[in-house]
Nanobody
């Protein structure tokens, strides 16, 4: 399984940005495990942002609730993260991941920088 994230960049505070994560190596992989996004800000630990759980419900970290939306397209084997109301604290490298039966797969991160 390989994951590749796209869509990072520079955005002004209050703006929006969308990330996508394309999975390859296994058909319909985005619905065959826990899939989602983590982020890591400079000098901080990696933290969960949002995910689809094994029963396909969504889970969001408190700090993004109401601002970020996770979605997926099974046919495209892609997971998305739509981010709105961005602020400087959202500046981080964002990583998509897949947890399939306890095995973690990570995509290379994509940098999101929010300017104030």
């Amino acid at each position: 399984v390989q994951l590749q994230a796209f869509g990072g960049g520079l955005v002004q505070a209050g703006g929006s940005l969308g990330l996508s994560c394309a999975a390859s190596g296994s058909r319909n992989i985005v619905v065959r495990g826990v899939v989602g996004w983590y982020r890591q800000a400079p000098g901080k630990q990696r933290e969960l942002v949002a995910k689809f759980t094994a029963d396909s419900s969504t889970h969001y970290a408190d700090f993004v609730k109401g601002r970020f939306t996770i979605s997926r397209d099974i046919r495209k084997n892609t997971v998305y993260l739509e981010m709105t109301g961005l602020n400087s604290e959202d500046t981080a490298v964002y990583y998509c991941y897949l947890n399939k039966v306890g095995v973690y797969y990570w995509g290379k991160g994509t940098l999101v920088t929010v300017s104030s």
